[in-house]
Every structure is written in structure tokens, then in C-alpha cells.
């Protein structure tokens, strides 16, 4: 096969047993690779409705036809399983350069079955797999861990593994893979943990080959042009990284700080991107085949928050920063480098200690059950959480479960800023319309990259649209999503998508596989594969109830600055967007439409 | 006016592209240990730089070769190697002091940079400049611009 290798690789984790299995080519066309070839192969061969901690769910760890090549930012990788914090489908996205390596190694996925009886690694090399013990590794960091494994295998593998969060089940846990890259969200790495594997390495010597070379190279050409010309991939990106955000969303008014109590934060100055620049950057850093290079190595010389990583990106940035009301950029990027090292996502990390902060500054928690104060601003206080949550300490233990089980715990849900239980990442509904429906109806819960309106809606990619209009904003979202889900499950990095869009993509697919593949097959492809989330998700025992937003979304209007007065107006947006899906007034897709797609 | 390739370590991000364009072009398929140039990668010293052949004047796998396989474009000042008389027998990997001749297994020869006949790929590809094909003495005169400059702003520093 060409783009994809064509090999599956299947890892019993139970009975200790490895085989390698023919990747089919018509189910690959139909479904593409890494996040719809993933979902499917997940939606196809577990109950959605197991426990996620269970040794009866899967862990797939899938790259794309274009992962490999020289298409724009062609590193991803995807982590694919059912998540323990949403209870959705879950489908997390890495770069560095493990995917890559992965196909190199002869293999486009893995997919990992039942449960080790002790802690074990994976060593992945050339078209062979050693199921190695771990138990040395067992409570080490990820930087330990990656670093003991490239000792005991190859200098030149690349080691994706968990922290102690992982270990520990923190429902937010993550996959890191080559020390500073993360499979983020939802959990990915406490399903990991569960099934007590502790890391996969992989290495190999082998080719990724495309069919139509002279096509290929045209290809990547054009798209290197298109990544150049556009501002925000060739300055603003790789000069202050994803940070750079900070400043403009904050001026837009959806900086969504303490908790999302108010949309400007008055300390954004200090945390912005380009403060990261002036105080703490050390030099850029890309993913593998990324003309972009937006990674920030940091070191941190404050002896108090010494640390020398990578990130803050602009959403732990927000998450450890704006949202727990902190505005210490050393502060935060010791956060971000102990997320980093615990193996968690700083996203719901953040977003959980501020939900904390909130309850604890309603009175609704008391020093008695966190074991000392938890306010806003106190960034030691929220750098001592962090590392609680990734040990399971004290108060930690109950952060480690996500905003929205700690404040039912407590009796305020309304205080968690989560949407199916997943915290939201860094922009409030509130500032802009179609990122709010968006949220309600992603089939991850709260998150921004599954489809991006505030391209459209404040940075006018592909083109702006009035943030607080309800209207067409239904269709805008479908778009996104689709698109989105395409570029996921291709290889490439969705940055690309501020400079390039489908038409490009489709090149880069029909010249890497030989596909014949017209632009409206691509889009309905994208189409099919969230659709087939969200068959995943309604089987899981979800419904159309659960495409809502928390009341400070859709009652409390904006307290202040742009966007002050504003409330999500999904009650307008989300009947219309059900009928765009073809999906009756409950949220569940039609048997016409399903059929329209092939998913019947 | 003779070009060579040059390297601005400084420049690096460690994205590899130098590596697939290479690859691409030499064997059709995207292989980092088919490139003649290959990516230093140091993350804990935040260092990152291609390594590519600079095409010795008195090479030392040219003088190592004993197949003859190995020559000079005197020209060009480029060192070719003639895969047809490459027996593989990995002298010349031995005899660069720089690691950039390496023996490519699915060969069984010896490969190296030949700066792709004045159209190097590689730096077709680097998105960033740290690899440059540009007159050979540029690099060395960018360097004593720079001097030159902290010499101007140090001398005004302490004018009377």
C-alpha cells in the first residue's frame, strides 16, 4: 500500500501475545487513518458502554496515510479509546516525532487489548514487539521514564509513556510521548495506567512511500508556499507560539479567567506570548516535518520555580495562569513542566483547581476538607495542587477526579466549566456564538480542536464572522467539525488549517494513496466519521440532553469588556444544527442520513 | 563563483524536513537513514543542527576507498561516489572523521551528500534557512560583518 504501510499491529496485553494484521484498504479509503480509522476500529470491536477502566476496553494508538511524508507538519498520532472522564469516545492528538517513527517501525497502528497482570512496556522495532517488564519504571516520571527506556533500547526510539497520573487513574491523565509532546485530553493515559502499561517504544528503518511522487513533491511544495504566506504560520506561530493568543483573545473579551467568572484578566500582559519570549524562551522548537515550529523550549531561572521544558502553550498558559487567577509566568511554566512530568493534561488540570478556587471562595469548600486555603492568584497554592493530582494527595485526590465530579460531590455541578464532563479549554461561549454551540456539541466535551470558530469568528480564517451573530452559525460549526475530523484523521497538524484547507488536503491524500477521491468524498468522509463518534457516544448511553453548557454559558451574562451582556444563545443555534446533521429533533442521527454516509 | 552548502545551526528547529526532502529525492520514499543529511537533535541542551557532508578538499574517504568508487568533481568541488564501483565494504565510513559517509543497509553502499547537482533538496526543504546553498564564502563573511558590528558599537561605547 502507499501512504499507509498497511500493517496493524495487535497487542494482547492479557495473555502476553502480539500479532501483526493487514490493514484493510477499502475500510482505510473509507475512513481515511488515525482519528476515523481509530474510532472505527474502536466503535467496531467494544460495548460502548464498558467501563473505560475496565480491561475490556481498547487503547489504539493510530497515524494517518500522510504521518511520515513530507505534508505539511506530518508528525500526528492519534490515541483513540473510551474516555474515563467523559465516558465518550476519545480521540487525543501528539506530535514530536513517535508517529512518524511508528510507520518507520512498519506499523500505521496499535491497538492494545486487555489487561498486563504487572506493569510492562511495549518495544516496538522494525515489524517485531517485546513485551518488556516495567516494573522498575513503575511511579518514575515521564522524563525518567523515557529516558531510562532509551538506555535499555535505542538512543534514536521514541518513547511514548505515562506518569504517576496515569499510574494513578487521574481521569485527565495524558500520553506523553519524547518528553514535551501530549496525546492531551480526556484521559487517554489513565486507560493506559489501567491496563498497566507503562510506555510504548518504537524505532525502525523502514520507508513511508507515496504513488504519485511527482504529485507528492508538488504537494508539499505548494503547501510549504501557503504555510509561508499566511501570518499566523509564518510569524506568529513560531515567533511567541499558541501564547500568542493570549493578548487577543483577551482584548476580544473571552479570556475566560477565574473560572470563568469574568472574560478579561487584568494580568494577561504578564502571561502573554510575548512575555514567554522576553523572559523565558530559549529557543523554538518543531514537530517532526513541521515548517511551522511553534514548540517553545523554556527555562525558568526564578530558584523558586526553576524548571527547563517545553510550553507553556497558550492553553496550559491560560489554564495554570487566567483561569486559577495567577499571572506568574514562572509560576506557570513550573505547572506546565510538573503536567508535563506527572503525565497530565493542564487543560482539565487548571480548569479543575479553579473550579476548586471557586468552591472554596463561595464557601462552599473550607479549609477543612482542602487541608488549607485555595484562592485565586495563589500560585504557589495551585503549583502545590498540580503535583497533589498527579500523586493523589490529600486534597489532589479529589481534584484528580475533574471539575464536574468534585462539584457534584460538593452539590454545585454548576460550578464546573465542563460540557459531557471535560473541562473547557481557553475561550469563553460567551465571546463568540458558534464556539459555544461548538463546545455543546463536540464528541469529546469542552474542547477548541474540534472545530476552531474563533479562526472564523475573531481571527477571520477563512473569513470573519460577526462573534456574537447566532446566525449560519450552525452551518460554520458542521463545516469545522467535518474538516477538522479530515484533517486528524490524515496525519498532518490542524495549524495547517490557518493557511491551507480541504483542496489541499485532498491533494496531499490522492497523490500519497492513489485514492481516486473527489473533494465531496473527502468532506463526507469527515461527515462519517462524526457521525460515527456520535453513533459511539448515544450507545454509550449519552443523548442529545447532553449537547448543553453549563448556566454561567447560557445565563450569566458577561460581566464585562467586549463581550459584556452576552450569553450563548444555543437554544437558537442547536435545532438548526441538528437538522444541518440530519439527525432527528433528540440529537440521533437519521437511518437516511446514516445510510447517505455508509454508516448503516 | 563555486556554492556550497552551508549551516546555520542556529537557525534549526529539528523538524527533519531536510531529511525527507533528501530521502524523497534520492530513493522515492521517505527514509531518514536513506538522507545524506541527517539532524542532530541535543533537547536537553536545546541544540539542534543538520550534519551534511562539506566536501573536503583532501577527502578522507576518497583516499580510503579502495574500489575507486569514490571521486572529486573538481569543478564543482563536490565528492561523488560511483554506487556501480561501491563493493560496500565501508572504509570510507570508517576514514570520515564526521559521520556524514554512512553505510545504507537496503543498498549495501556506501551514501553521502553530492549537493544534488547544484539543486540541493534539502535546503528546498528547510523551512527555516538553517540550511543555505550560497556562495562558500558567506557564512565566513557574515561572521566578520557581525564582528565588525559589535567592534563599531563597542568602540562608540567608550568614545570620550
Known sequence: ?600 | MIKKISVYPEKCTACRLCELGCSFKKIGEFNPIASRVRVSIFGEDAFYTPIICTQCDEAWCLKACPSGAISRDVGAKVVKIDPNRCVGCRMCTMACPFGTITYYTPEGKAIKCDECDGQPECVLFCPTGALKYEEESTPTRLKRVATARKLESSSKEVQP
Not at chain 1, 467535518?482 to 495547517?496: E, R, Y
Open chain 1, 1 to 600: 500500500m502507499k501512504g499507509w504501510i498497511g500493517k496493524i499491529l495487535r497487542v494482547d496485553l492479557t495473555k502476553g501475545e502480539w500479532k501483526a494484521e493487514d490493514l484493510d484498504r477499502n475500510l482505510a479509503q473509507k475512513f481515511i487513518g488515525g482519528r476515523g480509522l481509530g474510532s472505527k476500529i474502536l466503535y467496531d470491536e467494544i460495548d460502548p458502554k464498558i467501563d473505560p477502566l475496565s480491561s475490556n476496553n481498547k487503547l489504539i494508538m493510530a497515524t494517518g496515510p500522510l504521518t511520515g511524508t513530507s505534508a505539511s507538519a506530518a508528525g500526528r498520532y492519534m490515541a483513540i479509546t473510551k474516555s474515563p472522564l467523559t465516558g465518550t469516545i476519545a480521540c487525543s492528538n501528539s506530535g514530536g516525532q513517535f508517529g512518524a517513527e511508528l510507520k518507520f517501525a512498519g506499523f500505521d497502528l496499535i491497538i492494545v487489548e486487555g489487561k498486563a497482570k504487572e506493569p510492562v512496556y511495549l518495544y516496538v522495532e522494525d515489524g517485531k514487539v517485546e513485551i518488556r517488564d516495567a516494573k522498575h519504571l513503575w511511579g518514575k516520571t515521564t522524563h525518567e521514564t523515557t529516558d531510562q527506556i532509551l538506555s535499555e533500547t535505542d538512543m534514536d526510539a521514541r518513547v511514548a509513556c505515562i506518569g504517576p497520573a496515569g499510574e494513578k487513574l487521574v481521569r485527565f491523565a495524558c500520553i506523553v510521548n519524547e518528553k514535551h509532546r501530549a496525546a492531551g485530553r480526556s484521559g487517554v493515559g489513565a486507560v493506559m495506567g489501567s491496563k498497566n502499561l507503562k510506555a510504548i517504544a518504537v524505532k525502525g528503518t523502514g520507508s513511508v512511500s507515496v504513488a504519485n511522487k511527482e504529485a507528492f513533491r508538488k504537494a508539499t511544495l505548494d503547501g510549504f508556499q501557503k504555510v509561508k504566506a499566511n501570518p499566523v504560520t509564518s510569524a506568529g506561530l513560531p515567533a511567541y507560539g499558541t501564547a500568542i493568543l493570549v493578548n487577543v483573545i483577551n482584548q476580544h473579551g473571552l479570556f475566560p479567567t477565574r473560572n470563568f467568572q469574568q472574560g478579561v484578566f487584568e494580568g494577561a500582559e504578564k502571561i502573554s506570548g510575548e512575555s514567554i519570549a522576553d523572559q523565558i524562551l530559549v529557543r523554538n522548537r518543531a514537530c517532526f516535518a513541521c515548517p511551522i515550529g511553534c514548540g517553545r523550549v523554556i527555562r525558568v531561572t526564578d530558584p523558586k520555580y526553576a524548571c527547563f521544558g517545553e510550553g507553556p502553550e497558550y492553553e496550559s498558559d491560560w489554564s495554570l495562569g487566567a483561569c486559577c487567577g495567577v499571572d506568574n509566568i514562572n509560576a506557570i511554566g513550573k505547572a506546565n513542566y510538573l503536567c508535563d512530568i506527572l503525565g497530565m493534561d493542564p487543560i482539565s488540570t487548571g480548569v479543575t483547581i479553579a473550579c476548586g478556587m471557586e468552591l472554596f471562595q463561595r464557601g462552599i469548600l473550607s479549609t477543612k476538607e482542602v487541608g488549607g486555603s485555595l484562592n485565586f492568584g495563589d500560585a504557589d497554592t495551585m503549583l502545590e495542587m498540580v503535583r497533589a493530582i498527579g500523586y493523589r494527595e490529600g486534597f489532589g485526590d479529589l481534584l484528580a477526579e475533574g471539575s464536574y465530579r468534585l462539584a457534584e460531590r460538593f452539590g454545585h455541578p454548576e460550578y464546573s466549566m465542563s460540557v459531557k464532563k471535560q473541562e473547557f479549554p481557553a475561550y469563553d461561549g460567551r465571546g463568540a456564538q458558534g464556539m459555544g454551540l461548538q463546545y455543546a456539541t463536540s464528541n469529546r466535551g469542552a474542547c477548541h480542536v474540534r472545530g476552531y470558530m474563533v479562526a472564523a469568528e475573531i481571527m477571520g480564517s477563512p473569513q470573519k464572522l460577526d462573534p456574537f451573530d447566532t446566525e449560519e452559525k450552525a452551518g460554520w460549526d458542521k463545516g469545522f467539525q467535518d474538516t477538522t475530523a479530515v484533517v486528524d484523521s490524515s496525519g498532518i497538524c490542524l495549524f495547517n488549517t490557518f493557511a491551507f484547507g480541504a483542496p489541499e488536503i485532498l491533494e496531499y491524500l490522492r497523490a500519497a494513496t492513489g485514492m481516486e477521491m473527489t473533494l465531496e468524498d473527502l468532506m463526507k468522509a469527515g461527515e462519517r466519521i462524526w457521525n460515527l463518534e456520535r453513533l459511539f457516544n448515544l450507545k454509550a448511553g449519552l443523548t442529545g440532553k447532553d449537547d448543553c453548557l453549563p448556566e454561567r454559558f447560557t445565563k450569566e451574562p458577561m460581566p464585562e469588556g467586549p463581550a459584556k451582556g452576552h450569553v450563548v444563545r444555543l437554544e437558537k443555534m442547536l435545532p438548526e444544527y441538528y437538522e444541518l446533521r440530519g439527525w432527528d429533533k433528540d440529537g440521533v442521527p437519521t437511518k437516511e442520513r446514516l445510510k447517505e454516509l455508509g454508516l448503516e
